[in-house]
């Protein structure tokens, strides 16, 4: 499976932005997706994660009422719906794959990366 990440850019200090991540390649099974994040000079944090189906979504304390995660399996796309943002959010984010949701908020689970896409938030 191959993931690419798009949608980052600059936004104001309470502004709003989505990513998208989509899927290709062996896609036949849907994984479970996650959206982590990695600002300059810190370790890559875990953002969310949605189920296989979508039907359950997990977030960081961080981000929890901000951020939305969402899927639509029929065009294999995850997004990330950042709303209120600030500019402790800014980094690189990075959507990743794994096929069970055990220990979904940990990075050394996920099997498949993006590349990443930058969301800087100027104050």
């Known amino acids: 499976v191959q993931l690419q990440a798009s949608g980052g850019g600059l936004v104001q200090t309470g502004g709003s932005l989505r990513l998208s991540c989509v899927a290709s390649?062996?896609?036949?099974?849907?994984?479970?997706m996650g959206w982590f994040r990695q600002a300059p000079g810190k370790e890559r944090e875990f953002v969310s994660t949605?189920?296989?189906?979508?039907?359950?979504?997990f977030y960081s304390e961080s981000v929890k009422g901000r951020f939305t995660i969402s899927r639509d399996n029929a065009v294999n796309t995850v997004y990330l719906q950042m709303s209120n943002l600030r500019p402790e959010d800014s980094a690189v984010y990075y959507c990743?794959?794994?096929?069970?949701?055990?220990?979904?908020?940990?990075?050394?689970?996920?099997?498949?990366w993006g590349r990443g896409t930058l969301v800087t938030v100027s104050s």
């Open positions: 990743a794959a794994k096929r069970s949701l055990l220990r979904y908020n940990d990075l050394h689970d996920y099997t498949e």
């Open positions: 390649g062996r896609t036949g099974t849907t994984n479970v």
């Open positions: 949605i189920s296989a189906s979508g039907s359950s979504q």
